[in-house]
């Protein structure tokens, strides 16, 4: 009966490299107290020996879990999936943690929580007593919740606050709303407009505010009104149809809409049509976010893409600095959006 072949184990490397186990461990957990010569000779060994460290023996090998858990809303996201319209924030934020977390062994977790409950704080308890993550990735509207941030100060979880108004932790990343708005205008206005129309998002988000702050200092910067053409949604389609119809409803209705989000500006672009007019020729539109719906919809979206996959990798990536005691950079850490020009906007009618 063939023998079965002998796992090779940190043991196994320890030998082969002739050094100890904690300086393999040490090199294993990519810390920072190792000497370049000492962690390519245990590498070789690594390779040499094809050992593949499990998580399980890390945890086990000192206090870290290797787990990064990520939280986002549980409501927004579950009627997302079941409306399947194309939004892809929870693909491009797993696509961006996922494999930065990979570059450094670790793990991410992927949990949903209803930060409207009550019991949100139950919920997190039972989900750091099972994964005992080393660090947290927080989305809106969580960032800005009390609750959570607070609870997790008391467990002394570093946490990466995405989008957040409030700074209860030292990790603060945000996409440049308001300068990606501001972008948005000047575009609009080099195209001639000078009535724009703005769609703001749900009060709930730090974002919303940011976006619509950025629109009325464009607008201000360059002499435009903005009186009668501020509109608010919650970010959902219907939202934006009830904001469409007021603006373009109206007297004095602007030549040119930005929309908060994708979903808002779908209904907008949808009402335009409903009403006879044509877009670009008789309104021009441009979105926030930038998923894959605004690309196939007639016509194309002009938008502000959400750079969502290198938010989630930098957040991943300063909470392992975090968890690993290094300097972290000053605060706070902006991504920034980019502008993707499509068939949506043109000049404004004259006449």
């Known amino acids: 009966m063939a023998r079965r072949r002998q796992s090779v184990t940190i043991k196994h490397v320890a030998a082969d490299a002739g050094v100890s186990l904690q300086t393999v461990s040490r090199v294993i957990n990519n810390e920072a107290n190792v000497r370049p010569e000492m962690k390519t000779r245990v590498q070789a060994s690594i390779d040499r020996l094809g050992y593949v460290p499990s998580i399980a023996a890390r945890r086990m090998s000192g206090s870290k879990s290797y787990i990064i858990l990520a939280l986002n809303d549980r409501e927004r996201t579950i009627e997302a999936w079941k409306a399947r319209e194309g939004s892809d924030w929870v693909d491009q934020m797993l696509m961006g943690g996922m494999l930065k977390c990979a570059e450094h062994g670790y793990r991410l977790i992927f949990e949903l929580v209803d930060t409207h409950d009550d019991n949100v704080q139950r919920e997190l308890k039972a989900a750091i007593a099972a994964l005992q993550p080393d660090g947290v990735v927080l989305t809106p509207p969580h960032a800005d919740n009390p609750l959570i941030t607070d609870l997790l100060v008391q467990h002394r979880i570093p946490f990466a606050a995405i989008g957040a108004e409030t700074q209860a932790g030292p990790i603060h990343i945000t996409m440049g709303d308001d300068r990606m708005a501001a972008l948005a205008v000047r575009h609009l206005v080099a195209k001639g407009h000078e009535r724009i129309g703005f769609i703001a998002g ?150």
């Not at 910067?221 to 373009?248: I, Q």
């Not at 007639?298 to 990536?317: G, K, M, N, R, W």
């Open 202 to 351: 749900s009060r709930e988000y730090a974002l919303s505010g940011w976006r619509k702050q950025g629109y009325l200092a464009a607008m201000a910067d360059a002499g435009l009104p903005t009186e009668h053409l501020c509109e608010r949604g919650d970010f959902s389609y219907a939202s934006g149809e009830v904001a469409a119809r007021k603006l373009l409803s109206g007297k004095g209705r602007p030549t040119a809409i930005i929309a908060s989000n994708d979903q808002m500006a779908l209904a907008t672009n949808a009402v335009a049509h409903e009403m006879g007019m044509r877009v670009p020729g008789d309104l021009s539109l441009v979105s926030f976010d930038n998923t894959p719906v605004v690309r196939f919809v007639q016509p194309p979206l002009t938008a502000i893409d959400q750079p969502v996959a290198d938010t989630a990798s930098c957040a991943v990536e300063l909470l392992v600095q975090a968890i690993r005691g290094e300097e972290l950079p000053p605060m706070p850490v902006v991504i920034e959006g980019s502008l993707i020009e499509r068939e949506s906007v043109a000049a404004p009618r004259r006449g």
